[in-house]
């Protein structure tokens, strides 16, 4: 599979609905975020910057520190809960368009996000960003991934890949 560059077409969204909810899948350095970002360019300037401000979550977000990345294996499930816990309350204020940009290899880490929106009358969007069970991919993810995420554990991830 291969990252489409259009996103307005991949997420199925127009400008007309009101309500769209997008769950990010991909291994780290497949392109999720850059998808991410050429989606909310896409947008008219006011809808982009009130998604960048009030819509757009990421539990990698929470370990820049002073501008830097900084792990901590440890603070994982916390900012993990806190992650869901913003998208819920953006959900709950109505923000028109609520993206989760995280890994979510199995349905069981995301199923929570998609029952959220569905609830909260949120048409929602899975998009995945490559195959994560194609070797030359999970390859190219570990050369590009802005994180350090070795191939091994690239690998490791890929192996709890579950489809939609």
Known sequence: ??????????SGWSSCQTKLAIIM???????KSY????FINAQPIDIANGIRQRGYFSTDKLFYID?????NVN?????HQRNLTAFIHALSRGEPIVICDNTNMA??????YDAAAK????QVREVLIGDPL???HQQLCAQRNQHGVSLHHIQSMATKFEPF
């Not at 603070?75 to 900012?79: G, T």
């Not at 349905?107 to 929570?112: A, G, I, Q, S, V």
């Not at 609830?119 to 949120?122: Q, S």
């Open 1 to 10: 599979m291969e990252l489409n560059t259009d996103p307005l077409t991949s």
């Open 25 to 31: 899948r991909g291994l780290p350095g497949s392109g």
């Open 35 to 38: 998808w991410v970002e050429q």
């Open 67 to 71: 501008g830097k990345y900084r792990f």
């Open 75 to 79: 603070r994982l499930s916390e900012y």
């Open 107 to 112: 349905r069981w880490e995301f199923m929570t």
């Open 119 to 122: 609830a909260l009358g949120y």
């Open 134 to 136: 194609d070797d030359a």
